[in-house]
């Protein structure tokens, strides 16, 4: 088999493989950590277990003999899990920079809402502000016409009051010219 290592028996997962069969088992174990119902959990694992074995054409006695092995062998154990804890390193800085993406986006897309929002309720204001300069305007129109007809008014009643007084002294007039 090519790609062994000089010293770790052929009929075991190679430490590369290795670690890559380790980072998956220890991110499946998170997520099951996370299921609690422990019922469920087992049931759950199961299957996945089986999924992360097949993907890598083992099955779960390669993978128990080739752990107790490494587990036996402190140094290739700590390289299998340096790269292991690298590769979710890269994941995590992987998830946290799409994170942060999604956050600025989130944030990105409140701030032009709110902006929006802001504009909304200024538009409002002003619309509410031109409303009662309108209302104002009609209101002191009103008072204009009011006092236009009160003028009238009033001067229709001073004109009949003056065309009943002419109409008085022409009656006076005519009296005192027939005498």
Known sequence: MTGCKPGIPEDLIQPDKMALVLHDIHVFDGYINAITHRDTAKMVAASYYKGIYKKFGIDSALYARSLSYYNRNP?????????????????????????????????????????????????????????????????????????????????????????????????????????
């Open 75 to 179: 140094r290739v154990m700590t390289e299998i899990y340096t790269n292991v804890l690298s590769r979710l390193e890269k994941e995590k800085k992987a998830f946290m920079r799409a994170d942060s993406l999604a956050t600025a986006k989130i944030l990105k897309t409140q701030k032009a809402r709110m902006k929006a929002d802001s504009l909304k309720l200024k538009n409002d204001s002003i619309k509410k502000s031109d409303s009662l300069k309108l209302v104002k305007e009609r209101k002191k129109f009103l008072r204009q016409m009011d006092s236009l007809k009160n003028f009238r008014k009033r001067d229709s009643i001073r004109k009949a009051k003056l065309a009943k007084k002419t109409t008085k002294v022409n009656s006076v007039k005519k009296a005192n010219s027939v005498k």
